[in-house]
């Protein structure tokens, strides 16, 4: 039986976790499922996945790379928060909607704009390691 989802925490404080490969199988990656996995150096997620939900890769601070797959519909809070090393992130299809700030903290300087404004220009905000962003 093929596994079809990432549970909360499944994998949290797996320190030493360098590699993941999740199958085309599987559909959602839950909250704090690989939060604070510091040797995780790059994730692909597969077209499969629709939901990463809130805090998913936190503080996975050796992470540089991320590709997310055509099928993601949803980013959710802070999904990449504290991912001090990311620097690149490749969206395979149009970029999912983003759900309160999925890279990190915003500030008040968005207070002028309506939230779904406010949450498209914060999702990338404080990243001053990221130097690529595709989309595909």
Do not use: W
């Not at 797996?14 to 790059?42: K, S, W």
């Not at 519909?73 to 999904?79: C, D, M």
């Not at 992130?89 to 903290?105: D, E, L, N, Q, V």
């Amino acid at each position: 039986q093929s596994i079809t989802e990432i549970s909360d925490g499944m994998f949290v404080f797996c320190e030493a976790l360098e590699q993941i490969h999740i199958p085309e199988t599987v559909t959602f990656i839950g909250d704090l499922a690989f939060a604070r996995c510091y040797a995780l150096e790059e994730v692909v997620i597969p077209d499969s996945v629709t939901l990463i939900e809130d805090k998913a890769f936190t503080y996975c601070t050796g992470l540089t790379r991320v590709t997310l797959g055509s099928g993601l519909e949803e980013l959710q809070y802070e999904a990449f928060r504290k991912c001090t090393a990311l620097t690149e992130i490749t969206f395979r299809g149009s970029a999912p909607a983003f759900t309160h700030y999925a890279y990190g903290k915003s500030d008040d300087a968005f207070d002028g704009l309506y939230a779904d404004e406010r949450l498209r220009m914060a999702a990338l905000k404080k990243y001053d390691s990221l130097k690529d962003v595709v989309l595909n």
